[in-house]
């Protein structure tokens, strides 16, 4: 089973990958472009030296970006590797996925080709798995992000910072990360071929046909969606103009987008997201919907076309789908917040549940009152800015507001949108709601484990687990603390529903479980603790721990089965 470590491990390099893949987009020149590229497989994955390899007209691979020695650099950088080389390498070693490794001990055939290379001898590995200074690792990039498609170059990488060679995690991260690179370099060169036909537009006056025709076909033609928008007059918003791939993209024929603006298409849970994207180099990743009703992720990009003598004549919208980057993310994201045993949420997800229906503010404090004022103000301030958005589509975004409003102000003043949790009385059931927090741990399981192994014990924590999930509400959390410990939040609850919920839940429990032909049994206690703002979720688990265990020992030792 995985340590309790792994999952905050795990989510420090999702975070790391997810700035590495953001910063491919923030570059304004191809060239730029593929230094980041090169920069975030050292700062984001791990490795102490990359080298970016571009494929060139005459099919030859230049090496066009190095990162994290200045002396490879120096030896690499402009240097030319030709195709036959190449595919040579991309054809040995072993198929990592996408990616290929080519072991020390069959990579020193590769020493005199005319590849530009990095690499230095050493001794032979002292244990399984160690990263040899001869070991080679490619990640090739195709223009259609997977393999068969044309290749744009390869990344070649060196000397791991743990000085392992990647397992699945790392090796997974880089086909990830190669991927995004793939299409950050495609998008470059697609914004360049644009930017060009921009300028003539804008300088070549007498060439004003053949500027727009080219820009037509940059438009219509481009792999990715891109739409242009009115940011004049009445219609302000609407987009006048779909290219295909975007048409294709959200299932819609182009006379239909031409009734829409972004702000009808976007998942409303992302509207603020969209009303905070400026028209002028704005950038946000966003759902919109499809014709059928699904929703799907994309990268929004903007920049405002320009006339000399009009100012701004419409907005250019540049669409990309994002809907494998962000299932990877959210696969990932699920495998660091979750049991990898039986599914449920893990104990950092199940503390971040609670941490965020909890507030510093104890019940009563004047910070109560002030936050029912602030859920009121924003509330009236939604509506009127949803109305707004509605007319100016894009050009609504943060900077509207200017440095210093009075939005701003309130905001710092402490004002929040945070609905305060309230334990229930602890003297009397007088009907109030609140957060309980039910504390299990299963009587006699260790007997089990001994007796019969892991492999029952880890059988009969699945089917505690799915009893629990199957005795609670739609919307309650089911986590699984750790070992034999369990926890469940219910909102809404009374004193007296909520020990009602434990008997249930006990009582789900206590059926005998059938492994491998064997009928087992465990009981349960439960201990119920209430959340409520002004504690820390490390407080409220430490309660309802307490109160479990207070339970346990008043119960009769007949109660608890087991076997």
């Not at 792994?6 to 893949?21: D, I, M, S």
């Not at 791939?245 to 009808?264: E, T, V």
């Not at 507030?359 to 009236?380: E, I, K, M, N, T």
């Amino acid at each position: 089973m995985e340590t309790e470590s792994e999952p905050y491990v795990r989510l420090a390099t999702l975070r790391q990958l997810h700035q590495a893949v953001a910063d491919l987009n923030t570059a304004r020149s191809l060239a730029d472009t593929l230094q980041n590229v090169a920069e975030g497989v050292v700062k984001g994955l791990g490795y102490e030296l990359a080298a970016v390899n571009l494929v060139r007209p005459d099919g030859d691979l230049v090496v066009a970006a190095v990162a994290g020695s200045a002396s490879a650099e120096a030896l690499m950088a402009g240097r030319v590797g030709s195709r036959a080389s190449w595919e040579r390498r991309l054809g040995m070693g072993e198929g990592w996925g996408d990616l290929r490794f080519v072991p020390y001990a069959e990579g020193w055939v590769l020493d005199d080709d005319d590849v530009p290379q990095w690499h230095t001898g050493g001794p032979e590995p002292r244990f399984p798995g160690e990263w040899h200074p001869m070991d080679r690792l490619f990640a090739p990039m195709y223009a259609t992000g997977a393999a068969g498609g044309e290749l744009l170059g390869v990344i070649s990488v060196d000397k791991p910072r743990n000085g392992r060679r990647p397992g699945a995690w790392g090796r997974e991260a880089l086909q990830m990360y190669t991927f995004q690179a793939g299409i950050a370099i495609s998008n470059a060169r697609l914004r360049a071929n644009m930017q060009r036909a921009l300028v003539r537009l804008e300088r070549e006056g007498q060439a004003l046909r053949a500027s727009e025709e080219s820009f037509r076909q940059a438009f219509e033609f481009a792999p990715s969606g891109m739409a242009i928008a009115e940011l004049g007059g009445d219609q302000r918003g609407r987009l006048v103009r779909a290219n295909d791939a975007l048409c294709r993209l959200l299932g819609r024929p182009a006379a239909a987008m031409r009734r829409y603006s972004f702000s009808d298409l976007v998942h409303p849970e992302d509207i603020g997201t969209l009303l905070r994207t400026s028209a002028e180099g704005g950038r946000a990743e966003l759902r919109l919907a499809r014709r059928d009703g699904t929703y799907l992720w994309v990268s929004l990009r903007n920049s405002v076309v320009a006339d000399a003598a009009d100012g701004p004549r419409f907005l250019l919208t540049h669409v990309e789908d994002i809907e494998e980057r962000k299932r990877h993310e959210l696969q990932l994201a699920h495998r660091a917040s979750h049991d990898s045993l039986t599914g449920l949420p893990n104990s950092a997800e199940l503390r971040a549940r609670l941490s965020s229906r909890l507030c510093a503010r104890p019940p009563g404090s004047d910070g109560h009152a002030a936050a029912a004022l602030a859920d009121g103000f924003l509330a009236g301030f939604a509506e009127v800015e949803g109305a707004a958005y509605g007319q100016y589509g894009h050009d609504f975004g943060a900077d509207a507001y200017g440095a210093g409003s009075g939005l701003e102000t309130v905001l710092a003043a402490g004002f929040d949108h945070h609905v305060h949790t309230v334990a229930p009385d602890e003297d009397a059931d007088d009907g109030c709601k609140g957060l309980a927090v039910l504390f299990c741990d299963l009587d006699g399981f260790k007997s089990i484990n001994d007796r019969f192994g892991h492999h029952t014990g880890d059988a009969v924590l699945i089917e505690v687990a799915h009893r629990l999930t199957n005795g609670v509400r739609d919307g309650d959390t089911v986590a699984r603390l750790g070992g034999d410990e369990f926890v469940v939040l219910a909102d809404g609850l009374g004193r007296a529903d909520a020990q009602d919920l434990a008997v249930r839940l006990r009582n789900a429990i206590m059926p005998p479980i059938r492994v491998d032909g064997r009928a087992v049994r465990v009981g349960a206690s439960f201990g119920i603790g209430w959340a409520g703002c002004g504690m820390s979720a490390e407080e409220v688990l430490h309660s309802a721990d307490q109160r479990m265990y207070v339970e346990k020992r008043s119960r009769a030792k007949a109660g608890r089965r087991a076997g």
